[in-house]
């Protein structure tokens, strides 16, 4: 979780629920005397957040924040940042590579109408390639409910029921290249050694690990003869 105590305390029956939700409900609140607010039943979610990797925090319009642990102020984030941070929790990495990530965010997926996807993904994509799983948000302001009404734990999505205008969204992690299996070579070395023929690398390429060579001196037990 990626709330401050504050929202947890607010969300705290529906955190406690939130890996039951199945269902979305969604919501177009009303503005008095313009117009009526609209609400959908429940609808089955694509995939819902029963046996996923759920984290929940603060976002829009493609932005992320996390509450400091110093502070608990909320402090902006870039995506891959936050998918790096997931990354590294010991219960995601524990859990089987097809365990999909499901991020209660609101507006991750959002886009720009002029955003070119090819060069800028949403940051719903910088995610899942950094946690190499597939990830499920929406493009919409959200919230987890608790069962209420006689309606079962759900998602609120703010979104009209009549007129949709967000998505939830499934992004799979692109494709990684396969880890290189080519030995190094004097080629991998700095051009000041490669052209020094009576140096020895310190640190590159066949010497070493792969460092910068540091050293241009004779090898011990090694002569050098003109003439």
Known sequence: ??????????????????????????????????????????????????????AVGHGDTGRTTLARRSTHANQALHPKQLGRVLARRKSLQTLAPDVPVWLLVCELSMTRPDQDL????????????????????????LAPSEAIGGLPPHLIVYDDPDNLAGHIGSFRP???????????????????ARNAPTSRCAGCGPCGSPMVCTSTRTPPGRRTSTG
């Open 1 to 54: 979780m990626f709330l401050n105590a504050h929202d947890m305390a607010m969300r705290d029956e529906a955190m406690r629920v939130v890996s039951a939700i199945q269902h979305q409900i969604l919501v177009m609140e009303g503005l008095p005397g313009v117009y009526a607010g609209k609400e959908s039943g429940p609808l089955p979610l694509p995939r819902g957040l029963t046996d996923s990797y759920i």
């Open 118 to 141: 090819l060069t800028s993904p949403s940051s719903a994509q910088y995610v899942a390639n950094e946690v190499n799983r597939t990830v499920f948000t929406v493009d919409r302001q």
């Open 174 to 192: 692109s494709p990684r290249p396969p880890p290189s299996t080519r030995s190094p070579t004097s080629a991998d070395c700095p051009t000041v």
